[in-house]
């Protein structure tokens, strides 16, 4: 599976930006996909997931601004982020879980800079 993200840039305090993430290769096995994110001198967190079935989680800093959705039509996952705040600012990263008989795993995409700044 190849995973294509797109989306960052710079936004001010209250916007919004939307992330995109495509996959492409063994699709069919993915299970989840979803995004980390990354600040400088912090450790990696979980940002959001969306499950095959539907269900979705979301970190508490996030529950309420952004929202998760995907279009299967086009394989891609999105992040809308509203009410964008400083500490948003971090590499995000897309993620696909995968399960394949008897292997299970998880790929990543490349990062995409997420700055919220005035």
């Known amino acids: 599976v190849q995973l294509q993200a797109s989306g960052g840039g710079l936004a001010q305090p209250g916007g919004s930006l939307r992330l995109s993430c495509a996959a492409s290769?063994?699709?069919?096995?993915?299970?989840?996909m979803g995004w980390h994110r990354q600040a400088p001198g912090k450790q990696r967190e979980l940002v959001a997931t969306?499950?095959?079935?539907?269900?979705?989680n979301y970190a508490d800093s996030v529950k309420g601004r952004f929202t998760i959705s995907r279009d299967n039509a086009k394989n891609t996952v999105y992040l809308l982020m509203n009410s964008l705040k400083p500490e948003d600012t971090a590499v995000y990263y897309c993620?696909?879980?995968?399960?394949?008989?008897?292997?299970?795993?998880?790929?990543w995409g490349q990062g995409t800079l997420v700055t919220v700044s005035s």
């Open positions: 993620h696909a879980d995968y399960y394949t008989d008897p292997e299970v795993g998880r790929y």
């Open positions: 290769g063994r699709i069919f096995s993915i299970t989840a």
């Open positions: 969306i499950f095959s079935g539907g269900s979705i």
